[in-house]
Protein backbone atom coordinates (compact mmCIF):
# COMPACT_ATOMS: atom_id res chain seq x y z
CA UNK A 1 0.00 0.00 0.00
CA UNK A 2 1.32 3.44 -1.18
CA UNK A 3 -1.11 5.74 1.10
CA UNK A 4 -0.87 7.82 4.24
CA UNK A 5 -4.57 8.30 4.96
CA UNK A 6 -6.31 6.81 7.42
CA UNK A 7 -6.55 3.15 8.00
CA UNK A 8 -10.12 2.33 7.72
CA UNK A 9 -10.91 -0.68 9.14
CA UNK A 10 -14.89 -0.77 8.67
CA UNK A 11 -15.99 -1.42 5.02
CA UNK A 12 -18.48 1.27 4.52
CA UNK A 13 -16.17 3.64 5.57
CA UNK A 14 -13.84 2.31 2.68
CA UNK A 15 -16.66 1.75 0.24
CA UNK A 16 -17.02 5.91 1.30
CA UNK A 17 -13.70 6.43 0.41
CA UNK A 18 -13.96 5.03 -2.95
CA UNK A 19 -17.35 6.76 -3.83
CA UNK A 20 -15.18 10.15 -2.48
CA UNK A 21 -12.43 9.47 -5.03
CA UNK A 22 -13.75 8.63 -8.10
CA UNK A 23 -16.62 11.00 -7.89
CA UNK A 24 -13.44 13.80 -7.08
CA UNK A 25 -11.22 12.73 -9.73
CA UNK A 26 -13.55 11.81 -12.39
CA UNK A 27 -17.05 13.49 -12.27
CA UNK A 28 -17.62 16.51 -13.86
CA UNK A 29 -20.60 18.55 -15.50
CA UNK A 30 -21.36 18.07 -19.01
CA UNK A 31 -20.08 21.35 -20.63
CA UNK A 32 -21.26 22.67 -17.19
CA UNK A 33 -24.94 22.40 -18.11
CA UNK A 34 -26.79 22.16 -14.28
CA UNK A 35 -28.34 19.28 -13.35
CA UNK A 36 -25.96 17.10 -15.09
CA UNK A 37 -23.11 14.63 -14.03
CA UNK A 38 -20.90 12.24 -16.03
CA UNK A 39 -17.52 10.68 -15.42
CA UNK A 40 -14.59 11.06 -17.42
CA UNK A 41 -13.02 8.15 -19.20
CA UNK A 42 -9.53 8.77 -18.05
CA UNK A 43 -7.72 10.89 -15.04
CA UNK A 44 -4.14 12.19 -15.62
CA UNK A 45 -3.41 14.81 -12.61
CA UNK A 46 -5.04 18.07 -13.33
CA UNK A 47 -5.72 16.59 -17.33
CA UNK A 48 -9.36 15.03 -17.95
CA UNK A 49 -10.84 13.46 -21.06
CA UNK A 50 -13.14 15.84 -22.81
CA UNK A 51 -16.48 15.67 -24.74
CA UNK A 52 -14.24 14.49 -27.94
CA UNK A 53 -13.28 11.55 -25.46
CA UNK A 54 -14.57 8.05 -26.93
CA UNK A 55 -17.87 7.21 -25.82
CA UNK A 56 -18.39 4.75 -23.29
CA UNK A 57 -22.08 4.38 -22.57
CA UNK A 58 -21.72 1.10 -20.53
CA UNK A 59 -18.74 2.81 -18.08
CA UNK A 60 -21.93 5.37 -17.26
CA UNK A 61 -24.01 2.80 -16.38
CA UNK A 62 -22.02 0.94 -13.79
CA UNK A 63 -20.98 4.60 -12.46
CA UNK A 64 -24.57 4.57 -11.91
CA UNK A 65 -24.64 1.37 -10.11
CA UNK A 66 -21.97 2.41 -8.09
CA UNK A 67 -23.88 5.74 -6.90
CA UNK A 68 -27.03 3.63 -6.13
CA UNK A 69 -25.21 0.91 -4.03
CA UNK A 70 -23.80 4.12 -1.89
CA UNK A 71 -27.18 5.63 -1.95
CA UNK A 72 -28.27 2.63 -0.27
CA UNK A 73 -25.93 3.11 3.06
CA UNK A 74 -26.80 6.37 2.96
CA UNK A 75 -30.90 5.39 3.33
CA UNK A 76 -29.56 2.82 6.00
CA UNK A 77 -28.09 5.76 7.65
CA UNK A 78 -30.85 7.72 7.47
CA UNK A 79 -31.07 9.77 4.10
CA UNK A 80 -29.84 12.61 5.96
CA UNK A 81 -27.48 15.63 5.48
CA UNK A 82 -24.90 14.21 7.53
CA UNK A 83 -25.43 10.42 6.27
CA UNK A 84 -24.27 11.90 2.69
CA UNK A 85 -21.12 9.94 1.58
CA UNK A 86 -19.42 12.86 0.66
CA UNK A 87 -20.90 15.12 3.56
CA UNK A 88 -23.55 17.46 4.17
CA UNK A 89 -23.06 19.98 2.04
CA UNK A 90 -22.66 17.74 -1.46
CA UNK A 91 -25.52 16.20 -3.25
CA UNK A 92 -26.90 12.82 -2.09
CA UNK A 93 -25.23 9.32 -3.84
CA UNK A 94 -28.92 9.21 -5.47
CA UNK A 95 -29.37 12.83 -6.60
CA UNK A 96 -26.02 12.66 -8.16
CA UNK A 97 -26.64 9.77 -9.94
CA UNK A 98 -29.88 11.38 -11.24
CA UNK A 99 -27.72 13.58 -12.60
CA UNK A 100 -25.59 10.88 -14.33
CA UNK A 101 -28.68 9.68 -16.01
CA UNK A 102 -29.56 12.59 -17.27
CA UNK A 103 -26.05 13.68 -18.25
CA UNK A 104 -26.31 9.85 -20.44
CA UNK A 105 -29.32 11.06 -22.08
CA UNK A 106 -27.90 14.71 -23.30
CA UNK A 107 -24.47 12.95 -24.11
CA UNK A 108 -25.51 10.14 -25.84
CA UNK A 109 -27.07 12.79 -28.53
CA UNK A 110 -31.20 13.24 -26.52
CA UNK A 111 -31.81 9.40 -26.43
CA UNK A 112 -30.89 6.16 -24.30
CA UNK A 113 -30.70 4.21 -27.18
CA UNK A 114 -28.10 2.64 -28.74
CA UNK A 115 -26.53 -0.14 -30.99
CA UNK A 116 -25.73 -2.32 -28.16
CA UNK A 117 -28.40 -4.44 -26.25
CA UNK A 118 -25.61 -5.17 -23.40
CA UNK A 119 -25.02 -1.62 -22.58
CA UNK A 120 -28.75 -0.84 -22.70
CA UNK A 121 -29.21 -3.54 -20.53
CA UNK A 122 -26.86 -2.38 -18.05
CA UNK A 123 -28.38 1.13 -18.06
CA UNK A 124 -31.78 -0.36 -17.56
CA UNK A 125 -30.45 -2.44 -14.37
CA UNK A 126 -29.05 0.97 -12.79
CA UNK A 127 -32.13 3.20 -13.71
CA UNK A 128 -34.11 0.34 -11.99
CA UNK A 129 -32.43 0.52 -9.13
CA UNK A 130 -32.56 4.11 -9.38
CA UNK A 131 -35.89 4.26 -9.12
CA UNK A 132 -36.69 1.78 -6.17
CA UNK A 133 -33.73 4.03 -4.07
CA UNK A 134 -35.82 7.64 -5.29
CA UNK A 135 -39.15 5.37 -4.45
CA UNK A 136 -37.44 4.46 -0.82
CA UNK A 137 -36.00 8.06 -0.25
CA UNK A 138 -39.11 9.77 -1.71
CA UNK A 139 -36.97 11.67 -4.24
CA UNK A 140 -38.18 13.14 -7.97
CA UNK A 141 -37.32 11.49 -11.26
CA UNK A 142 -39.48 8.58 -11.15
CA UNK A 143 -41.36 9.49 -14.05
CA UNK A 144 -38.18 10.11 -15.84
CA UNK A 145 -36.86 6.44 -14.60
CA UNK A 146 -39.65 5.49 -16.32
CA UNK A 147 -39.82 6.52 -19.06
CA UNK A 148 -35.98 5.07 -19.39
CA UNK A 149 -36.71 1.61 -18.97
CA UNK A 150 -39.93 1.38 -20.50
CA UNK A 151 -37.80 2.90 -23.64
CA UNK A 152 -35.37 0.26 -23.45
CA UNK A 153 -38.02 -2.46 -22.66
CA UNK A 154 -38.88 -2.15 -26.49
CA UNK A 155 -34.79 -2.61 -27.31
CA UNK A 156 -34.43 -5.58 -25.14
CA UNK A 157 -37.98 -7.34 -26.73
CA UNK A 158 -36.71 -6.66 -29.96
CA UNK A 159 -33.07 -8.34 -29.51
CA UNK A 160 -34.83 -11.67 -28.19
CA UNK A 161 -35.57 -13.83 -30.70
CA UNK A 162 -35.84 -17.15 -31.84
CA UNK A 163 -32.72 -16.76 -34.12
CA UNK A 164 -29.69 -19.52 -32.53
CA UNK A 165 -32.42 -21.25 -30.98
CA UNK A 166 -33.34 -18.25 -28.36
CA UNK A 167 -31.16 -15.35 -26.52
CA UNK A 168 -30.17 -12.23 -27.21
CA UNK A 169 -28.66 -10.32 -29.84
CA UNK A 170 -25.41 -8.16 -28.58
CA UNK A 171 -25.93 -5.54 -31.30
CA UNK A 172 -27.95 -4.29 -34.22
CA UNK A 173 -26.20 -6.14 -36.11
CA UNK A 174 -27.99 -9.24 -35.08
CA UNK A 175 -24.92 -11.55 -36.07
CA UNK A 176 -24.15 -12.90 -32.41
CA UNK A 177 -25.85 -13.54 -29.34
CA UNK A 178 -24.24 -13.67 -26.14
CA UNK A 179 -24.16 -14.22 -22.33
CA UNK A 180 -22.82 -10.18 -21.80
CA UNK A 181 -26.51 -9.25 -23.77
CA UNK A 182 -28.98 -12.09 -22.77
CA UNK A 183 -27.79 -12.50 -19.40
CA UNK A 184 -28.67 -8.67 -17.91
CA UNK A 185 -31.34 -8.78 -20.09
CA UNK A 186 -33.00 -11.69 -18.20
CA UNK A 187 -31.97 -10.03 -14.68
CA UNK A 188 -34.05 -7.19 -15.77
CA UNK A 189 -36.69 -8.91 -17.28
CA UNK A 190 -36.88 -10.81 -13.60
CA UNK A 191 -37.20 -7.75 -11.52
CA UNK A 192 -39.61 -6.58 -13.91
CA UNK A 193 -42.40 -8.69 -13.37
CA UNK A 194 -41.53 -11.08 -16.90
CA UNK A 195 -40.43 -14.01 -15.09
CA UNK A 196 -41.50 -16.43 -18.34
CA UNK A 197 -39.03 -14.12 -20.56
CA UNK A 198 -36.45 -14.44 -18.04
CA UNK A 199 -36.21 -18.04 -17.18
CA UNK A 200 -36.64 -18.62 -21.24
CA UNK A 201 -33.15 -16.74 -21.98
CA UNK A 202 -32.05 -18.46 -18.61
CA UNK A 203 -32.80 -21.82 -20.18
CA UNK A 204 -31.48 -20.73 -23.68
CA UNK A 205 -28.15 -19.78 -21.74
CA UNK A 206 -27.80 -23.31 -19.49
CA UNK A 207 -28.43 -25.03 -23.47
CA UNK A 208 -25.78 -23.48 -25.59
CA UNK A 209 -23.20 -21.21 -23.46
CA UNK A 210 -23.06 -23.56 -20.04
CA UNK A 211 -19.69 -25.63 -19.94
CA UNK A 212 -20.08 -27.76 -17.47
CA UNK A 213 -16.78 -29.42 -17.58
CA UNK A 214 -15.55 -25.90 -16.63
CA UNK A 215 -19.23 -24.79 -14.50
CA UNK A 216 -18.95 -21.76 -16.55
CA UNK A 217 -21.12 -19.54 -19.18
CA UNK A 218 -18.70 -18.89 -22.16
CA UNK A 219 -19.13 -15.51 -24.03
CA UNK A 220 -21.51 -16.76 -27.36
CA UNK A 221 -22.58 -17.61 -30.55
CA UNK A 222 -22.80 -16.35 -34.08
CA UNK A 223 -23.89 -17.11 -37.21
CA UNK A 224 -20.88 -17.63 -39.49
CA UNK A 225 -20.96 -16.82 -43.28
CA UNK A 226 -21.71 -20.30 -44.05
CA UNK A 227 -25.19 -20.61 -42.46
CA UNK A 228 -23.42 -22.99 -39.53
CA UNK A 229 -23.09 -21.30 -36.52
CA UNK A 230 -19.98 -20.62 -34.38
CA UNK A 231 -19.39 -20.69 -30.26
CA UNK A 232 -16.98 -18.16 -28.83
CA UNK A 233 -15.73 -20.31 -25.90
CA UNK A 234 -13.73 -17.58 -24.23
CA UNK A 235 -14.44 -17.49 -20.15
CA UNK A 236 -15.11 -13.93 -18.88
CA UNK A 237 -15.52 -13.37 -15.12
CA UNK A 238 -18.05 -10.88 -15.78
CA UNK A 239 -20.61 -12.64 -17.72
CA UNK A 240 -20.76 -14.94 -14.45
CA UNK A 241 -22.32 -12.10 -12.54
CA UNK A 242 -25.64 -11.25 -14.23
CA UNK A 243 -26.39 -14.83 -14.79
CA UNK A 244 -25.67 -15.74 -11.30
CA UNK A 245 -28.14 -12.14 -10.60
CA UNK A 246 -30.86 -13.90 -12.19
CA UNK A 247 -30.77 -17.22 -10.91
CA UNK A 248 -31.46 -16.07 -7.55
CA UNK A 249 -33.94 -13.12 -8.82
CA UNK A 250 -35.97 -15.93 -10.42
CA UNK A 251 -35.26 -18.33 -7.06
CA UNK A 252 -36.88 -22.11 -7.57
CA UNK A 253 -34.81 -24.96 -6.78
CA UNK A 254 -33.18 -25.56 -10.55
CA UNK A 255 -32.20 -22.13 -10.28
CA UNK A 256 -31.10 -22.05 -6.87
CA UNK A 257 -28.64 -25.01 -7.68
CA UNK A 258 -28.01 -23.73 -10.45
CA UNK A 259 -26.32 -20.81 -8.47
CA UNK A 260 -24.84 -23.18 -6.20
CA UNK A 261 -22.56 -24.63 -9.08
CA UNK A 262 -21.56 -21.35 -10.57
CA UNK A 263 -20.32 -19.52 -7.12
CA UNK A 264 -18.42 -23.36 -6.67
CA UNK A 265 -16.67 -23.11 -10.56
CA UNK A 266 -16.17 -19.28 -10.30
CA UNK A 267 -13.98 -20.16 -6.90
CA UNK A 268 -12.25 -23.16 -8.65
CA UNK A 269 -11.43 -21.19 -11.94
CA UNK A 270 -11.52 -17.58 -11.36
CA UNK A 271 -9.25 -17.20 -8.79
CA UNK A 272 -5.41 -16.27 -8.43
CA UNK A 273 -3.79 -19.64 -7.44
CA UNK A 274 -4.05 -20.09 -3.82
CA UNK A 275 -5.81 -17.07 -3.30
CA UNK A 276 -9.29 -15.88 -2.49
CA UNK A 277 -8.56 -13.09 -5.26
CA UNK A 278 -10.31 -13.21 -8.26
CA UNK A 279 -8.70 -12.40 -11.49
CA UNK A 280 -8.97 -8.74 -13.09
CA UNK A 281 -9.34 -8.41 -16.76
CA UNK A 282 -6.91 -5.29 -17.59
CA UNK A 283 -7.71 -2.05 -18.92
CA UNK A 284 -10.73 -0.50 -21.39
CA UNK A 285 -13.84 -2.55 -20.90
CA UNK A 286 -12.18 -5.37 -19.42
CA UNK A 287 -11.58 -3.27 -16.46
CA UNK A 288 -14.95 -3.22 -15.24
CA UNK A 289 -15.49 -7.45 -15.47
CA UNK A 290 -14.16 -8.42 -11.98
CA UNK A 291 -15.97 -5.79 -9.81
CA UNK A 292 -19.17 -6.78 -11.96
CA UNK A 293 -18.90 -10.54 -10.74
CA UNK A 294 -18.49 -9.09 -7.26
CA UNK A 295 -21.57 -7.49 -7.33
CA UNK A 296 -23.87 -10.98 -7.99
CA UNK A 297 -21.33 -12.92 -5.74
CA UNK A 298 -22.51 -10.31 -2.69
CA UNK A 299 -26.16 -11.10 -3.36
CA UNK A 300 -25.16 -14.76 -3.42
CA UNK A 301 -23.69 -14.45 0.09
CA UNK A 302 -26.02 -12.93 1.57
CA UNK A 303 -29.01 -15.00 0.04
CA UNK A 304 -30.44 -17.53 2.92
CA UNK A 305 -31.96 -19.89 0.03
CA UNK A 306 -28.49 -21.09 -0.73
CA UNK A 307 -26.15 -23.44 1.19
CA UNK A 308 -24.54 -21.79 4.08
CA UNK A 309 -20.98 -23.28 2.71
CA UNK A 310 -22.06 -21.48 -0.81
CA UNK A 311 -22.88 -18.27 0.66
CA UNK A 312 -19.63 -18.39 2.62
CA UNK A 313 -17.29 -19.15 -0.73
CA UNK A 314 -19.24 -15.71 -2.27
CA UNK A 315 -18.16 -13.86 0.85
CA UNK A 316 -14.90 -15.12 0.67
CA UNK A 317 -14.19 -14.42 -2.71
CA UNK A 318 -15.54 -10.78 -2.41
CA UNK A 319 -13.79 -9.78 0.70
CA UNK A 320 -10.36 -11.28 -0.77
CA UNK A 321 -10.63 -9.14 -3.48
CA UNK A 322 -11.71 -5.85 -2.02
CA UNK A 323 -9.20 -6.49 0.54
CA UNK A 324 -6.55 -6.87 -2.10
CA UNK A 325 -7.99 -3.76 -3.73
CA UNK A 326 -7.93 -1.85 -0.87
CA UNK A 327 -4.18 -2.99 0.52
CA UNK A 328 -2.98 -2.21 -2.92
CA UNK A 329 -4.29 1.22 -3.36
CA UNK A 330 -2.04 4.22 -3.66
CA UNK A 331 -2.76 8.33 -2.49
CA UNK A 332 -2.84 10.84 -4.81
CA UNK A 333 0.83 12.05 -5.24
CA UNK A 334 1.68 15.88 -3.81
CA UNK A 335 1.44 17.48 -6.84
CA UNK A 336 0.01 15.55 -9.02
CA UNK A 337 -3.69 16.87 -8.90
CA UNK A 338 -5.49 20.03 -7.22
CA UNK A 339 -5.30 20.23 -3.35
CA UNK A 340 -8.78 19.45 -3.43
CA UNK A 341 -7.50 15.84 -4.13
CA UNK A 342 -5.35 15.17 -1.50
CA UNK A 343 -5.81 12.02 0.08
CA UNK A 344 -8.01 10.72 -2.43
CA UNK A 345 -6.88 7.36 -3.77
CA UNK A 346 -6.10 5.43 -7.07
CA UNK A 347 -6.61 1.66 -7.19
CA UNK A 348 -4.96 -0.98 -9.20
CA UNK A 349 -6.08 -2.85 -12.71
CA UNK A 350 -5.53 -5.94 -10.95
CA UNK A 351 -6.27 -6.22 -7.49
CA UNK A 352 -3.19 -8.37 -6.69
CA UNK A 353 -1.00 -6.04 -7.80
CA UNK A 354 0.15 -2.38 -5.88
CA UNK A 355 -1.58 0.26 -7.87
CA UNK A 356 2.19 1.98 -7.71
CA UNK A 357 2.72 -0.54 -10.61
CA UNK A 358 -0.65 -0.31 -12.85
CA UNK A 359 -0.62 3.38 -12.32
CA UNK A 360 2.25 5.44 -10.86
CA UNK A 361 2.11 8.92 -10.49
CA UNK A 362 1.58 10.45 -14.05
CA UNK A 363 -0.12 7.68 -15.81
CA UNK A 364 -3.66 7.90 -17.08
CA UNK A 365 -6.20 6.13 -14.70
CA UNK A 366 -8.96 4.44 -16.79
CA UNK A 367 -12.81 5.29 -15.38
CA UNK A 368 -13.35 1.55 -15.76
CA UNK A 369 -10.62 -0.05 -13.06
CA UNK A 370 -11.72 2.28 -10.43
CA UNK A 371 -15.37 1.83 -10.70
CA UNK A 372 -14.22 -1.80 -10.98
CA UNK A 373 -12.64 -1.25 -7.56
CA UNK A 374 -15.14 0.96 -5.99
CA UNK A 375 -17.87 -1.75 -6.78
CA UNK A 376 -15.74 -4.44 -5.31
CA UNK A 377 -15.60 -2.59 -1.53
CA UNK A 378 -19.30 -1.87 -1.86
CA UNK A 379 -19.98 -5.35 -2.23
CA UNK A 380 -18.04 -6.47 0.36
CA UNK A 381 -19.83 -3.67 2.60
CA UNK A 382 -23.01 -5.88 1.37
CA UNK A 383 -21.42 -8.74 2.67
CA UNK A 384 -20.65 -7.73 5.94
CA UNK A 385 -24.24 -6.13 6.86
CA UNK A 386 -25.10 -9.56 6.00
CA UNK A 387 -25.62 -12.69 8.72
CA UNK A 388 -22.89 -14.87 6.26
CA UNK A 389 -22.40 -18.32 7.71
CA UNK A 390 -18.87 -19.05 8.42
CA UNK A 391 -16.12 -20.96 5.68
CA UNK A 392 -15.83 -24.23 6.98
CA UNK A 393 -13.29 -25.14 4.60
CA UNK A 394 -11.41 -22.04 5.07
CA UNK A 395 -11.59 -21.34 9.58
CA UNK A 396 -8.67 -18.89 10.51
Known sequence: MSTSSPALTDWTDRANHAAQSVTALFGRKLLFLPGTHLGAVQWQGRRLAGFTAPWHYWWQAHYVDCLVDTGRRELGNGATPAARFNGPRHPSAGRLASRLVTGVRLRNLLTFVNNYYDDMAWLALATLRLDRLAEDTRRPGRRRNAAVC????????????????????????????????????????????????????????????????????????RLDPSGGTLVERAVYTYNQGPVLGALLELGGETNLARATTLVEAVDRKLTLPGSPTLRCEGTGDGGLFTGILCRYLALAAADSRLPDATRATAARLVTGTAEAFWSGRREVAAGEARAAHAGKSIFSVHAAQPAAETYPPGAAVELATQLQAWMTLEAAATVSAAAVPADPNHAT
Open 150 to 221: AALTLQFDAACTDDLGGGAFWSKKRDFKNTPATAPVALFYARTGQQAKAQALLDWLDATLFDAGQGLYLDGV
